[in-house]
């Protein structure tokens, strides 16, 4: 089966510009996960959906950063505008159930902001 | 903070020998997770752990929970060359965390 799909791999931008990642998940699961990923830190959670509900976006930077799950598939996330501590990996999961589940992520997207 | 973290924060070891990693949390949970990520592969499930289980097997893998002590511990068995990588737990209380990470180096 076909794993998670993220677009684009790499971005650079410079601070105060905008940029949008998409991330197309696991046929069939309704769970979908953002994470932002510091270099040298483990993962934390931005934002879950479960099918095209918000369930937790207690972490996600609300005055810049934005993420949509139009028709309970795939999703973007965006920054608008971006800092230099925006700097990491961001890193899309998706799951099943979203209940004691094993979560499948996609290779991620490397954002540098200059 | 994060939830969990992992100690130590960096293992090297030689072909064959054992790894063991552990985490400590701060919270209740519902089930403890550990993850690999290596540049090849990115992050990879490796074994679930609930909160009324104490111990776990999987192939090279044994996990350990001790939810009084708030802590698990990862330990892989006659290492290889293949398991360098970077090594998480999560942990699944009210939200979803990761920790700090144990950056294991097998040598051949």
């Known amino acids: 089966e076909a794993g998670v799909a993220q677009s684009p791999r790499y971005k650079i931008i410079e601070k105060r510009q905008s940029v949008a990642f998409w991330c197309n998940p696991i046929?069939?699961?309704?769970?979908l996960y953002w994470y932002q990923q510091i270099l040298g830190q483990g993962p934390k959670l931005l934002i879950q959906?479960?099918?095209?509900?918000?369930?937790?976006d207690s972490q996600l930077p609300k005055d810049r950063f934005s993420a949509e799950r139009l028709k309970g598939v795939d999703s973007t996330l965006k920054i608008q505008p971006a800092k230099l501590e925006d700097s990491a990996v961001y890193l899309c999961?998706?799951?099943?159930?979203?209940?004691?589940?094993?979560?499948?992520f996609g290779p991620g997207t490397r954002l540098l902001v200059l | 903070s994060q939830q969990g973290e992992e100690d130590p924060q960096a293992l090297s070891i030689q072909e064959g020998e054992n790894a063991t990693m552990n985490c400590s949390y701060k919270t209740s949970i519902n089930n403890l997770q550990w993850y690999r990520q290596n540049s090849g592969r990115g992050l990879v499930h490796l074994i679930l752990?609930?909160?009324?289980?104490r111990e776990k097997h999987s192939g090279r893998l044994r996990v350990t929970l001790d939810t009084s002590k708030k802590s698990s511990s990862l330990l892989i068995t006659a290492s290889r060359a293949a398991d360098t990588a970077s090594y998480f737990c999560?942990?699944?209380?009210?939200?979803?965390?990761f920790g700090t990470g144990t950056s294991l180096t097998v040598i051949p």
């Open positions: 999560a942990t699944d209380g009210n939200q979803f965390y």
């Open positions: 752990i609930r909160s009324n289980e």
């Open positions: 999961a998706s799951g099943t159930s979203g209940i004691q589940e094993t979560q499948y």
């Open positions: 046929s069939g699961h309704a769970t």
């Open positions: 959906f479960q099918n095209n509900g918000v369930v937790d």
